[in-house]
């Protein structure tokens, strides 16, 4: 249980073009997911929060009309990398909240995806 | 501000000999301190959730244990295989998590 696929696994793009990953919950509904960043040898950091059915909010510094965030669908967020440049070259990671958990108590656990590895020429 | 740190930043282990991961730990409010293991190229894999002072969970050669500032991860018997980055991390009230710097290890044969 707990899945979450990326897609896709690698790319390549040329600078200026626009990118779409999709990060999908294949077991369990998600309301809240998350995109992050990594870059080599380094801790992930945190992108934006996805919210299903309105707007995401990003992390100070993160330009939100370059990072475009969408989560129409409780199982479905993606991040669209636009007018993409070598500098946005990395690794980004989505994360999904299992918002299906039912008890007193709200799930704060987070499953990841297995990433995907952009590379802007 | 919550903060998660991890020590030691690198553990180099060879086969057989055990050892430990520290996780210490100042949120507001604990809704569970998570560790994960990440491969490279390769998004963390959940490995445990911890939510109270004395829990304890297993899996195979690894155990998370938990006080009310700290987590440890031991590996016991280490195999090759073990040797990868282990995360710990906190989840604040917007559910954000704030992670530690991780601990690589690497389990020689």
């Known amino acids: 249980g707990a899945v979450v696929s990326q897609h896709p696994s690698r790319v390549i793009c040329k600078s200026g073009t626009s990118v779409k990953i999709e990060c999908r919950s294949l077991d369990f509904q998600a309301t809240t997911m998350f995109w992050y960043r990594q870059f080599p040898k380094q801790s992930l950091m945190l992108m934006a929060t996805s919210n299903e059915g309105s707007k995401a909010t990003y992390e100070q510094g993160v330009e939100k009309d370059k990072f475009l965030i969408n989560h129409a669908s409780l199982t479905l967020s993606t991040l669209t990398v636009t007018s993409a440049h070598p500098e946005d070259s990395s690794f980004y990671i989505c994360s999904a909240r299992d918002s299906s958990r039912t008890g007193p108590l709200p799930s704060y656990e987070q499953y990841f995806g297995p990433g995907t590895r952009l590379t802007v020429t | ?109």
């Open chain 2, 1 to 109: 501000e919550d903060q998660v740190t991890q020590s030691p930043e690198a553990l180099r282990l060879q086969e057989g000999e055990s050892s430990s991961l520290n996780c210490s730990y100042t949120v507001s409010g604990l809704r569970g301190l998570f560790w994960y293991r990440q491969d490279p190229g390769k998004g963390p894999e959940f490995l445990f959730t911890l939510y109270s002072a004395g829990e304890e969970k297993e899996k195979e050669r690894l155990k998370a244990t938990l006080t009310k500032k700290e987590s440890f991860l031991h590996i016991t018997a280490p195999k090759p295989e073990d040797s990868a980055t282990y995360l710990c991390a906190a989840p604040g009230v917007d559910y954000k998590l704030s992670f530690g710097a991780g601990t690589t290890v690497t389990v020689r044969a």
